[in-house]
């Protein structure tokens, strides 16, 4: 709670603009798997080490992934 504090402590809410999400990862400012895939598996972020052969496997039963 705190770390989201300190986070939030110099943002200041403004009425009269429009909100909107950005993906930086794009040009278009819009998320694609295609850009999380890349980012995912990337060699050169050391902070998120993510094996490609795990990106998409399931470590959920069979029921819970046809359910979602």
């Known amino acids: 709670m705190g770390e989201l504090r300190l986070l939030l402590q110099n943002i200041s809410l403004q009425v ?3 909100d909107k999400r950005v ?3 794009e040009t278009s ?3 694609t798997v295609r850009s999380a895939y890349n ?3 990337a060699t050169t972020h ?3 080490v993510v094996l490609v052969s795990s990106l998409w ?3 959920f ?3 819970v992934v ?3």
């Open 16 to 18: 009269d603009r429009f």
């Open 23 to 25: 993906w930086r990862l």
């Open 29 to 31: 400012s819009n998320y």
């Open 39 to 41: 980012l995912l598996s």
């Open 46 to 48: 050391v902070d998120h």
């Open 57 to 59: 496997h399931k470590n």
């Open 61 to 63: 039963p069979l029921k």
């Open 66 to 68: 046809v359910f979602a």
